[in-house]
């Protein structure tokens, strides 16, 4: 059992779900940027990235509020005060890929590509991908590209190459969307 739990350090074994944005309140909580659903934790740890490293910390269930689709208020356990919660802000939060139950309603695969490093075919690395914006027949990528949020949208682009086992989308970006 261990061992499992061991494998769950590596990101590779991990999906990205969320990032810690602030404190909230005096008792240790956090509001986190997720449209993750935390019920489905069970026990299990989740995991927050330190200096390239995954810790595993244990989120009490029954603290758990929802503030919107895509984002929540969640207690940790052992995580008390506001200083301590301090330490957490603008961490990302990873959980293990096997253990995700999938939404069979869910129709859009994009929202999966979130913590996916997006590269140009012609311009290399562009960026991680920090969120997905559903418009109706736009639907966007947002993308930190050079210190400044681009949005792409999904739509023109041509062939979209998946990457899971190394998190890359690779794709041509339309001529002109990098000008900033």
Same mark, same amino acid.
């Given at each position: 059992?261990?061992?499992?739990?061991? =494998?769950?350090?590596?990101? =590779?074994?991990?999906?990205? !779900?969320?990032?810690?944005? +602030?404190? &909230?309140? *005096?008792?240790?909580?956090?509001?986190?940027?997720?449209? *993750?659903? *935390?019920?489905?934790?069970? %026990?299990?740890?989740?995991? !927050?990235?330190?200096?390239?490293?995954?810790? #595993?910390?244990?989120?009490?269930?029954?603290?758990?509020?929802?503030?919107?689709?895509?984002?929540?208020?969640? +207690?940790?356990?052992?995580?008390?005060?506001?200083?301590?919660?301090?330490?957490?802000?603008?961490?990302?939060?990873?959980? #293990? $890929?096997?253990? /995700?139950?999938?939404? %069979?309603? %869910? $129709?859009?695969? &994009?929202? =999966?590509?979130?913590?996916?490093? *997006?590269?140009?075919?012609?311009? @290399? =690395? !562009? @960026?991680? !991908?920090?969120?997905?914006?559903?418009? #109706?027949?736009? #639907?966007?990528?947002?993308?930190?590209?050079?210190?400044?949020?681009?949005?792409?949208?999904?739509?023109?682009?041509?062939?979209?190459?998946?990457?899971?086992?190394?998190?890359?989308? $690779?794709? $041509?970006?339309?001529?002109?969307?990098?000008? /900033?």
């Amino acid at each position: 059992m261990l061992e499992l739990k061991l =494998k769950y350090l590596d990101k =590779k074994n991990c999906s990205f !779900i969320g990032t810690i944005l +602030k404190h &909230h309140g *005096f008792k240790g909580q956090l509001i986190v940027k997720s449209d *993750f659903d *935390f019920a489905e934790v069970n %026990e299990e740890p989740v995991f !927050i990235e330190f200096d390239k490293f995954l810790v #595993p910390f244990f989120i009490e269930a029954t603290q758990v509020k929802y503030l919107s689709e895509n984002s929540a208020i969640i +207690k940790i356990r052992d995580i008390n005060s506001e200083n301590e919660a301090q330490n957490l802000l603008n961490k990302s939060i990873y959980f #293990p $890929t096997e253990l /995700i139950i999938e939404n %069979e309603d %869910e $129709t859009n695969e &994009h929202s =999966k590509l979130i913590g996916y490093t *997006f590269f140009d075919t012609e311009l @290399g =690395k !562009i @960026g991680v !991908i920090e969120d997905f914006i559903e418009i #109706p027949n736009n #639907p966007l990528f947002q993308i930190n590209y050079q210190s400044k949020e681009v949005l792409i949208p999904i739509n023109s682009l041509e062939s979209i190459q998946i990457n899971k086992e190394n998190k890359i989308v $690779t794709s $041509t970006l339309p001529n002109g969307i990098l000008v /900033i």
